[in-house]
C-alpha cells in the first residue's frame, strides 16, 4: 500500500481523456442519427414514424449497463466479431445518445406550430427548405435545455463504462483507490473532475438559452 | 378564362361533408368576398384553392392549370397565389425582413442586397418600412398582419387569398390591415377574401359570395346583394352581421 499522490491524480487526469473521448464518440455518430430518428418519428410516412418509435422505446427501455454488456460480451458471441473495447463501448453510447436526444428532438420539432409548416409550404418551399430554416431553428431552441441535460447524463454515463473494464476515468479511480486504499479522497477527487466537467457545459447552455431568448 | 375557376366542389372531412358541390369564378383583377357563418365551409374553399386541402370530387383550376395537392409544380404554383392566414404565422426566430426575403432567396435565386430592397419595397406597400429590423414580436397585431402581407407581396403573386385576416385582431387594429387591402384592390391584385367586415365586402368587392351549409347559397354585386337578398338564408345573415 502507498499514500495517494501525484502520480494518482495524473492517472485520474489521464483518464479523462477517454471519458472525453467516450463523450465525443457518443455525439458525433449518435447526434446524426438521433437527427434521423427525430425526423423519421415525425415524418408523414407512417412506417417511418412507427420505425423509429420502436427503435427510440428499445434504446430507452433497456438499461445503459444491457446496452453496455450486449455489445462488449455480446459482439464477439453473436456477430463473431472481435472488436477493440473502445468501438464496443463507443456503439453503445452511440445508440444511447440517439435513443434519448432522438426524444427530446422529436419533442422539439412537435412543440413548434404546425401552423409554421404550412406558412412554409405556402411560400413555395420544399419540406427540407422548411425544415431547415424554418422548424429545425425553432426546435433546436426549445431543445436546448434538455439536449445539455442528456449532455450532463452522458458525461457522468461514461463511468459505467469501467464495468466492463474500460479504463476512463471511473475505472482509473478504482485503480487508484485500491492502489491507495484511500477511497473516500480518490472518489470525492473523482467527482470533482466530473463536477468540473459538467458545470461550464451548464453554465454555457444557461448563457445561450438566455441569448437565444434576447434575440427573438 | 376565368383566373379561378371552381367546378362542383367537394370535400369532407370524415363523416362530414363541408364543401357540398361549390361552383365559383374569379376574374383577373376581382375582388371577391366570401361570407356566411362559422363552419359554411368559405375557409375550407380558400384552402382548397391554395392545394393546402384535397378536394374528393370536382375540379379547381387556377390559371389554367388543375390545382391539387399532388400537382407536379405545386411549389412553384404556390409562389404565384400567397394566402395570408388568421393567425399571421410570422416565423418568430427571424427579423421582418428575413421573414420576407426567406422565400424569394431560396426559391428565386435573389442577391443578398436585391432581397433587402425587395423587403423595403413590400414593407413600403404596407406602411411599415420602419419596421424592418424589428422581431415579429415586438409588433402588434396589426402590425403582424401587414408583414404576413408583405411577405406574401415579395412573391409578386397573381393571386392573394385572405382568410378572415382581421378576426384576431383588436378592433382598433382592423383599420390599418383593411387600408393595406384596399390599397392591394386599388393596384389591380386579384383577391379572394373570408370576412366578416361587411364594410369592406360592401366597398371594396366587386362580388359578393354568400355560402350555407356548403354551398354557393347566393353570388352577385354587393350593392344588388346587400341590398335585395333572395334568400330568407342571406337576410337573416345580413341583419344579424348588421
Redesign the interface.
Not at chain 2, 411549389?75 to 409562389?79: G, K
Not at chain 2, 404565422?89 to 426566430?93: A, D, K
Given at each position: 500500500m502507498r499514500s495517494f499522490s501525484l502520480i494518482d491524480l495524473v492517472s485520474l487526469v489521464y483518464a479523462l481523456q477517454w471519458t472525453v473521448l467516450l463523450v465525443l464518440l457518443a455525439l458525433a455518430f449518435g447526434a446524426p442519427l438521433a437527427l434521423l430518428l427525430a425526423t423519421a418519428r415525425t415524418s408523414r410516412f407512417a412506417a417511418l414514424r412507427w420505425l423509429a418509435a420502436a427503435v427510440i422505446q428499445l434504446i430507452q427501455g433497456v438499461p445503459l449497463l444491457g446496452l453496455l454488456f450486449f455489445f462488449y460480451f455480446g459482439m464477439p458471441v453473436f456477430l463473431d466479431l472481435q472488436v477493440p473495447a473502445l468501438v464496443a463501448v463507443g456503439v453503445a453510447y452511440t445508440l444511447y445518445t440517439a435513443g434519448f436526444l432522438g426524444d427530446i428532438w422529436r419533442g422539439g420539432i412537435q412543440a413548434v406550430k404546425p401552423a409554421q409548416w404550412e406558412a412554409g409550404a405556402c411560400l413555395g418551399l420544399s419540406a427540407w427548405q422548411q425544415f431547415r430554416h424554418i422548424i429545425g431553428p425553432q426546435a433546436l431552441r426549445l431543445s436546448l435545455p434538455p439536449t445539455v441535460g442528456f449532455l450532463v447524463q452522458l458525461i457522468k454515463g461514461t463511468s459505467l463504462a469501467s464495468i466492463v473494464g474500460f479504463v476512463e476515468l471511473a475505472r482509473a479511480g478504482q485503480v487508484a483507490s485500491a492502489a491507495t486504499f484511500q477511497p473516500l479522497l480518490t472518489y470525492s477527487l473523482v467527482a470533482a473532475i466530473y463536477f468540473a466537467l459538467c458545470l461550464p457545459l451548464t453554465l454555457w447552455s444557461r448563457s445561450l438559452e438566455a441569448r437565444l431568448n434576447g434575440a427573438r | 378564362m376565368a383566373l379561378v375557376e371552381i367546378r362542383d366542389v367537394r370535400k369532407s372531412f370524415g363523416q362530414v361533408e363541408v364543401l357540398k358541390g361549390v361552383s365559383l369564378d374569379v376574374e383577373e383583377g376581382e375582388i371577391v368576398t366570401i361570407i356566411g357563418r362559422s363552419g359554411s365551409g368559405k375557409s375550407t374553399l380558400l384552402r382548397c384553392i391554395?392545394a393546402?386541402e384535397t378536394v374528393n370530387s370536382g375540379t379547381i383550376t387556377v390559371e389554367g392549370q388543375r390545382v391539387s395537392t399532388g400537382m407536379a409544380n405545386l411549389?412553384?404554383?404556390?409562389?404565384r397565389v400567397?394566402?395570408v392566414?388568421q393567425?399571421f404565422?410570422?416565423?418568430?426566430?427571424l427579423t421582418v425582413e428575413k421573414n420576407i426575403t426567406?422565400?424569394p432567396l431560396?426559391?428565386k435565386k435573389i442577391g443578398k442586397g436585391e432581397a433587402r430592397a425587395l423587403a423595403q419595397d413590400v414593407l413600403g406597400r404596407v406602411g411599415l418600412t420602419d419596421k424592418i429590423d424589428a422581431?415579429p414580436?415586438q409588433l402588434s397585431g396589426g402590425q403582424q398582419q401587414r408583414v404576413a402581407i408583405a411577405?406574401?407581396l415579395a412573391?409578386a403573386p397573381h393571386l392573394m387569398l385572405f382568410d378572415e385576416v382581421t378576426s384576431a385582431l383588436d378592433p382598433e387594429l382592423v383599420g390599418e390591415v383593411l387600408k393595406v387591402m384596399e390599397d392591394m384592390a386599388r393596384q389591380g391584385m386579384t383577391m379572394v377574401l373570408v370576412t366578416h367586415e361587411m364594410g369592406f365586402a360592401r366597398n371594396v368587392a366587386n362580388k359578393i359570395v354568400f355560402m350555407h351549409q356548403g354551398k354557393v347559397w347566393e353570388e352577385g354585386p354587393p350593392e344588388k346583394l346587400f341590398a335585395d337578398p333572395r334568400t330568407p338564408e342571406l337576410r337573416s345573415f345580413i341583419n344579424s352581421v348588421k
Open positions: - | 391554395n393546402l411549389r412553384q404554383f404556390r409562389q400567397g394566402i392566414f393567425a404565422n410570422l416565423f418568430p426566430h426567406l422565400a431560396l426559391t422581431w414580436e411577405r406574401c412573391m
